[in-house]
């Protein structure tokens, strides 16, 4: 599959934010972001349609469809991936992408891109990158763990770090204020946004798949398992 010809569309609502984008031939040609308050399952359908109607696509012209997997809200991930999965009833392939890669692909210039989301007090998700070019590689796995946990592998780190997430601005204040190589990104860079997934989902498009083949990356059990485990202890 040549990524360079190809017409994608990704959502993300893996978080509080909705968002779905549109990349042709390897350009952001439309996104639409935005913060709300209503559930997932009532405006992601709406702002796929909408964005598409802008740059005057059809679902027919769309190529390979792509959404964050996880980490991030439960129910926001399975929304996001049932969208994803009706929207390739025409049998159109789709691929689902780390949350946290598509945060790092957002995120320019040269160095360690650490994205970081809360999971809980005291507990985020996290993973390592590394600034390649245009790429973000990944060099420490997606994991969930507690926040001295990441705080001893980005002291561990030689050269600049860049910090992206929703709680990247209190860890830096926290845990990094005296470290003149670490940072964090602009604010806007923080929000969960397709963009990133597509830039994912065109760097791993060799594991793109059937709409059967695309399911969630919580990294934690979900409420309902730890219920399960605590009743059989």
Same mark, same amino acid.
């Given at each position: 599959?040549?990524?360079?010809?190809?017409?994608? @569309?990704?959502?993300?609502?893996?978080?509080?934010?909705?968002?779905? /984008?549109?990349?042709? =031939?390897?350009? @952001?040609?439309?996104?639409?972001?935005?913060?709300?308050?209503?559930?997932? $399952?009532?405006?992601?359908?709406?702002?796929?349609?909408?964005?598409?109607?802008?740059?005057?696509?059809?679902?027919? =012209?769309?190529?390979?469809?792509?959404?964050?997997?996880?980490?991030?809200?439960?129910?926001?991930?399975?929304?996001?991936?049932?969208?994803?999965?009706? @929207?390739?009833?025409?049998?159109?392939?789709?691929?689902?992408?780390?949350?946290? &890669?598509?945060?790092?692909?957002?995120? $320019?210039?040269?160095?360690?891109?650490?994205?970081?989301?809360?999971?809980?007090?005291?507990?985020?998700?996290?993973?390592?990158?590394?600034?390649?070019? &245009?790429?973000?590689?990944?060099?420490?796995?997606?994991?969930?763990? &507690?926040?001295?946990?990441?705080?001893?592998?980005?002291?561990?780190?030689?050269?600049?770090?860049?910090? $992206?997430?929703?709680?990247?601005?209190?860890?830096?204040? &926290?845990?990094?204020?005296?470290?003149?190589?670490? =940072?964090?990104?602009?604010?806007?860079?923080?929000?969960? $946004?397709?963009?990133?997934?597509?830039?994912?989902?065109? /760097?791993?498009?060799?594991?793109?798949?059937?709409?059967?083949?695309?399911?969630?990356?919580?990294?934690?059990?979900?409420?309902?398992?730890?219920?399960?485990?605590?009743?059989?202890?």
């Amino acid at each position: 599959m040549n990524s360079e010809k190809l017409t994608l @569309l990704g959502i993300d609502t893996s978080g509080r934010s909705a968002s779905c /984008a549109v990349f042709r =031939e390897g350009t @952001l040609i439309a996104e639409r972001t935005f913060l709300t308050d209503r559930t997932h $399952s009532e405006v992601i359908l709406p702002t796929v349609t909408s964005t598409l109607e802008d740059c005057k696509i059809s679902l027919g =012209e769309v190529d390979i469809y792509a959404c964050a997997a996880g980490p991030g809200s439960y129910t926001g991930l399975r929304i996001g991936i049932a969208a994803i999965k009706g @929207l390739c009833a025409l049998g159109k392939p789709c691929i689902g992408v780390s949350t946290l &890669e598509a945060m790092a692909c957002n995120v $320019s210039g040269d160095g360690y891109i650490i994205p970081v989301i809360n999971a809980r007090p005291g507990v985020i998700y996290f993973g390592g990158y590394k600034s390649i070019g &245009e790429s973000a590689v990944n060099v420490r796995a997606d994991a969930v763990g &507690e926040e001295e946990e990441l705080c001893e592998y980005v002291k561990s780190l030689s050269g600049r770090v860049i910090l $992206s997430g929703d709680c990247a601005k209190r860890l830096k204040e &926290e845990y990094f204020s005296d470290c003149g190589n670490i =940072e964090t990104t602009l604010i806007n860079s923080r929000v969960l $946004s397709a963009a990133g997934v597509c830039r994912a989902a065109l /760097a791993n498009i060799s594991e793109a798949g059937t709409a059967d083949s695309l399911g969630a990356r919580y990294l934690q059990n979900t409420m309902a398992e730890k219920l399960r485990s605590d009743k059989k202890k």
